[in-house]
């Protein structure tokens, strides 16, 4: 399974991403994200940017990091997720680490 963090570090570190290329960086499915990906949004900390056409299929979605939480890590000298102490505990109980993009 797909941390939160994990997800919210890629779209902090690259800005903009799809929901395909958030599952690339991450390795794994766009189907496996997609869950993390609609619980983001609604706690409010995700937003839809846009859409981006591929190849056959849906178009996928583009996210980006809410306004008030990019602030908040801005404001607060966090430079990623992962430094979070709540990230920290959840990796632990994990018994994996993050993927580090």
């Given at each position: 399974?797909?941390?939160?963090?994990?997800?919210?570090?890629?779209?902090?570190?690259?800005?903009?991403?799809?929901?395909?290329?958030?599952?690339?960086?991450?390795?794994?499915r766009t189907t496996q994200i997609t869950r993390t990906l609609k619980?983001?949004?609604?706690?409010?900390?995700?937003?839809?940017?846009?859409?981006?056409?591929?190849?056959?299929?849906?178009?996928?979605?583009?996210?980006?990091?809410?306004?008030?939480?990019?602030?908040?890590?801005?404001?607060?000298?966090?430079?990623?997720?992962?430094?979070?102490?709540?990230?920290?505990?959840?990796?632990?109980?994990?018994?994996?680490?993050?993927?580090?993009?």
């Open positions: 399974m797909v941390s939160k963090y994990e997800v919210l570090e890629a779209i902090w570190k690259y800005k903009k991403l799809s929901t395909k290329k958030i599952a690339i960086l991450l390795g794994c619980k983001l949004e609604g706690e409010g900390r995700i937003k839809r940017v846009g859409v981006e056409m591929g190849g056959r299929g849906k178009p996928t979605i583009v996210w980006a990091l809410a306004d008030w939480l990019e602030r908040k890590m801005i404001r607060e000298g966090y430079k990623s997720f992962y430094d979070l102490p709540i990230a920290k505990e959840i990796e632990m109980k994990r018994g994996k680490p993050f993927v580090r993009i």
